[in-house]
């Protein structure tokens, strides 16, 4: 099915004009819009993180390098035809879930949880995941007829279900929640009933209490400290105190860059990774957090144009849910910091300290700027 | 070309998801604004709130501990005061190897070997940023070895700080005392805001006493801290100024003391390589003069801190230097109440002025063998109660005794001041045992002990047997004999002086419950026999007395350590030296206007007149003005 409308953008974009930039712009299948977004983001980022790591510059220069990275990779794989993608979609998720059970029956011990594999280098196979589940979940529903029948629905569930369990068992709980949410996103995007979603959301609630026994003790701690931070302030409610206390001391414009005190004088615990929004909110106040968000908001909404834009369901879906899930980081996060929901082991996107999910992340948006920038005509 | 399912309408589908995508960019909005409605109401409603608990969080509030006050004597002499003195410190965060750089240190002599696991566990359990203190006060020798090896020991220094320093060391350890760390039990008795910051308490002597006094009153600054609470410096002016104000520490009271260095002095090299104690006082006022305790110890080991075997040798040495003898002895008091108890006789018409006694150098109740036996064993012959005074004839007052009665002996010399604390300004005062019936009865559980018999009225009437008291009584009760009834409770603080403006708040005398007698002659009688013990031609200590220049009074005494069996002989020479008898003196002088009061006891020192009266003699000689010192 050929329609007319696309055949003339694709060519008339390619027949325009164009400067030298936007020309290798185009060639390296790159979206200006979003990588300017995600760029922004990625320098302010670097300048909250100086400051949150206590000016230490081999830190930064180590965050860069991983950005360096990230783009590469996100290069890389903007330049992987969607097609190629879909291709190995189900290979792909295969091979993620071995490596789950690999990493539950060999990996290395970190901090309490077993979440790396190490072959050569280590790597958790949970990033991987974070891509596998949304692409195997738009894979499945790319011919099936959307809305998605209740049958169809129930493979999904399981689909969405054994990594999800894999990763909570490993324990990981907030990449486990993520991955769930990259596949729920996809089937509520492919247009699953809202009553369904309504009825799930209902079930939802027996669900947490069985989820409360499936959960750790420090998990639990974590969420009755929510409900009440000051009953233990120097315990497991210090997080939640300090960086309330940070953001709130903020107030509009902040106390300036590298001067706040609430992270400089180490009040403010794990200032660099998950907490680093209240150094932001510390130093530059509802003025600077509000910025940032806007600059998410934006690579979201650029993320949801581009799975509009996309001729197939398989890539709507996929665009769409990699945008959406990235809201899901960002809120998850803000709103971990500013106490409005449980400490879960979530970073702040292109913004916190460390490496692999920085990839993973990038390597989302090259799925969006290849699915953008190499659409076609549908493919028969 | 892939199959597609017959119903499956793309253009639908796209509509479909873009509905969808359009519902979740909503969702989206309304979820960021809901943490953006969150930050508003941290960053905006609550900003003040939390700009003051940010503020809170890293100011911290130190305690700045006080200056202790010094102590002087009563011509303003210091007798402890503070001095700045470097003291080794680790700071353990910036050690990297804590048992390797405390077998170092102890290598070059800096700590003992034995403190090392007490270091360690101080540096493992403190905060990591706070010194450990590794030794109080260096020498210039060990400032000096430290100073070349430094650049070896990163994070152990060396930091001067106010340490306590007595700079007459063993002579006033007993009376003043010292300080030391405190404990856990002085940190739960102690005022923690007062003491917050200190690290050192009295804990004998005036230091202990006057602590209230001395300690002063502890000030405070604040800090601009990290989360871990080390210092760090202010970033900006405006976070100084937004501080609170400072309370600066008050400053301890000085205290100025009744005792005079120079008669201090005197009665400390008097009694040197003796055991005892010297106490002399003014009588007409209850001023302590001198107060020692032999063997004495170097109070300065407490306040600078001393190793484990240092204070073991202390504690476990056999003639027990901690052991405050002037307040904590009680001894028998021997024949020195035979002036207490001839006033109480004439009183009570037990004896008058002309009964004599024949002395056969032993004397038998009626119906009993057992001989109580005198001093001098042929006898003094015929005496009346000057000579038994004078030449502390023991069988006149074995006869005298059973007319004058143990609960009368009781009644005067408890007027006098013995068997119960004098009230003195130093803490744990002993108050001594004067016997009595009812003393008796309460103080035994078996009904034979609790019977008084009488032999024990004859012994109790040379002050042997349950009678015990302090050399601090005697002197109180020598001061009540001196000045003929009149009677003050010792005191060793004469002033306490304001730091600051220098006021000064007197100690006045404290006259307590006099000794009345009715026939005044009763006195002049008894004192005049005391001044024949020391000046007239039969005294038992006119050896000291004689050839003195000012007229004194004085009564010897020797108190039994152990029973000697009836008919043995006993040679004082092969007896063991700590079996032989206590020496005792009191002593007063002038004698129509005392100004001083000695009271003296040597252990197992055999001769109250030969060896404690020398003693006795020599602090009165000091303050009398007929002494070696003059007093710099």
Not at chain 1, 104 to 129: C, K, Y
Not at chain 1, 184 to 205: P, Q
Not at chain 2, 613 to 631: E, H, R
Request: aromatic letters at 8%.
């Amino acid at each position: 099915m050929l329609r007319v409308s696309d055949t003339h953008h694709l060519l008339s974009a390619k027949a325009a004009p164009v400067s030298n930039f936007t020309g290798l712009i185009r060639k390296l299948n790159v979206d200006g819009p979003l990588l300017s977004g995600l760029l922004l983001i990625s320098i302010f980022g670097l300048f909250v993180l100086y400051s949150a790591a206590g000016e230490d510059t081999a830190l930064l220069l180590n965050q860069a390098i991983r950005l360096g990275v990230a783009v590469v990779a996100m290069l890389i794989v903007a330049q992987l035809p969607p097609d190629f993608l879909r291709r190995w979609t189900p290979l792909g998720y295969l091979l993620g879930l071995l490596l789950l059970v690999l990493v539950l029956t060999s990996g290395d011990v970190g901090q309490g949880a077993r979440r790396w594999l190490n072959i050569g280098i280590r790597f958790q196979p949970s990033e991987a995941m974070k891509l596998a589940v949304p692409m195997m979940t738009a894979w499945f529903l790319q011919d099936r007829q959307l809305p998605p029948r209740a049958g169809h629905l129930a493979i999904i569930a399981i689909l969405i279900a054994i990594p999800t369990f894999l990763i909570a068992k490993q324990p990981d709980l907030g990449t486990a929640l993520l991955i769930a949410a990259s596949g729920i996103i996809v089937i509520v995007l492919a247009g699953m009933s809202f009553r369904l979603i309504m009825g799930l959301g209902v079930l939802a609630i027996p669900g947490a209490y069985g989820l409360w026994h499936f959960m750790q003790d420090y998990q639990k701690q974590r969420v009755l400290t929510l409900l009440n931070p000051d009953s233990d302030p120097l315990g497991a409610g210090y997080n939640i105190i300090q960086s309330k206390i940070a953001m709130g001391s903020g107030g509009l414009f902040g106390k300036g860059w590298t001067n706040g005190s609430q992270a400089h004088l180490e009040f403010l615990p794990e200032r660099h990774t998950d907490f680093i929004f209240a150094v932001l909110g510390e130093e530059f106040g509802l003025f600077g957090v509000v910025s940032l968000l806007v600059l998410y908001t934006f690579v979201i909404g650029r993320g949801l144009f581009i799975a509009v834009q996309a001729h197939d369901t398989y890539s709507r879906l996929l665009a769409g849910s990699i945008s959406l899930t990235f809201l899901v980081y960002v809120f998850v996060n803000t709103a971990m910091v500013t106490g409005l929901v449980p400490v879960v082991g979530v970073p702040l996107p292109l913004v916190s300290f460390g490496g692999t999910s920085m990839v993973t992340l990038m390597a989302g948006f090259g799925i969006l700027m290849s699915i953008h920038s190499q659409r076609k005509l549908l493919p028969h | 070309m892939r199959l597609l399912s017959p119903i499956k309408d793309h253009h639908l589908e796209r509509r479909l998801f873009i509905g969808r995508a359009i519902f979740c960019a909503v969702l989206s909005v309304l979820l960021l604004s809901l943490v953006i409605a969150r930050l508003v109401q941290l960053q905006v409603f609550d900003h003040e709130l939390f700009a003051e608990k940010s503020q809170g969080n890293r100011v911290r509030i130190e305690a700045v501990a006080p200056i202790r006050g010094l102590v002087f004597d009563r011509k303003g002499r210091v007798i402890a005061e503070n001095l700045p003195a470097y003291q080794l410190e680790l700071i353990p965060e910036q050690v990297d190897d804590i048992d390797d750089t405390l077998q170092r240190l102890a290598a070059l002599n800096l700590i003992e070997s034995d403190d090392i696991e007490r270091f360690k566990e101080l540096s493992r359990t403190g905060q990591q940023f706070k010194p450990v203190t590794l030794k109080f006060r260096l020498s210039d020798a060990e400032i000096a070895n430290f100073a070349i090896q430094r650049p070896r020991f990163p994070g152990v220094d060396f930091q001067p700080r106010l340490v306590r320093h007595y700079p007459h060391g063993q002579l006033f350890s007993h009376a003043v005392g010292y300080v030391g760390a405190l404990n856990t039990a002085d940190v739960q008795r102690l005022d923690s805001g007062r003491y917050a910051g200190t690290s050192h308490t009295g804990k004998t002597g005036v230091e202990a006493s006057k602590e209230d006094n001395l300690h002063g009153d502890a000030g405070f600054r604040h800090l601009i801290t990290n989360a871990r609470g080390r210092q760090v410096p202010a970033d900006s002016s405006e976070l100084l100024e937004s501080l609170p104000i400072d309370e600066n520490a008050s400053p301890g009271a000085n205290i100025y003391l009744s005792l005079d260095l120079d008669v201090q002095k005197a009665a400390f090299d008097a009694l040197a390589g003796r055991r005892g104690a010297v106490v002399a006082l003014d009588p007409t006022n209850g001023e302590i003069l001198a107060l020692v305790s032999a063997p004495s110890f170097d109070p300065n080991l407490f306040a600078v801190g001393m190793s484990n075997a240092q204070y073991g040798e202390l504690r476990n040495n056999p003639d027990r230097p901690l052991f405050n003898r002037a307040v904590l002895g009680t001894y028998p008091p021997g024949s020195t109440i035979k002036p207490m108890l001839s006033l109480a006789a004439l009183e009570t018409g037990a004896t008058n002025l002309t009964r004599k006694t024949i002395c056969r150098g032993y004397f038998q109740l009626e119906g009993n063998e057992h001989r109580y036996r005198d001093w001098k064993p042929e006898g003094h012959g015929p005496v009346d109660l000057h000579d038994a005074i004078a030449q502390s004839c023991d069988v006149y007052f074995y006869e005298l005794s059973g007319d004058l009665g143990i609960d009368n002996m009781h009644e005067y010399l408890t007027r006098f001041g013995l068997g119960s604390a004098t009230g003195i300004d130093l803490i744990g005062e002993r108050g001594g045992i004067v016997p009595s019936r009812e003393w008796k009865r309460n103080n035994f559980s078996d009904r034979d002990n609790q019977r008084w018999y009488n032999g024990e009225t004859v012994i109790a009437s040379i002050g042997q047997g349950f009678m015990l008291a302090t050399p601090l009584q005697l002197a109180v009760a020598t001061g009540a004999l001196a000045t003929r009834g009149e009677r003050f409770q010792p005191h060793m603080v004469a002033a306490v002086e304001d730091a600051i403006t220098g006021a000064r708040s007197i100690t006045q005398p404290k006259s307590i419950a006099n000794v009345d007698i009715r026939n005044e002659f009763y006195w002049q009688y008894v004192l005049e026999a005391m001044h024949d013990v020391m000046q007239g031609p039969r005294g038992t200590a006119r050896a000291v007395g004689m050839g003195a220049p000012y007229e004194m009074a004085g009564k010897s005494g020797t108190a039994q350590v152990i029973s000697i069996a009836q008919d043995d002989e006993y040679d004082e020479d092969e007896l063991e030296e700590r079996l032989r008898d206590h020496a005792l003196f009191i002593s007063f002088a002038p004698l129509d206007d005392p100004k001083i009061v000695v009271a003296v006891i040597v252990e197992n020192g055999s001769s109250g007149s030969g060896v404690a009266a020398p003693i006795a003699k020599a602090v009165m000689d000091q303050y009398l003005g007929f002494g070696d010192a003059t007093g710099q």
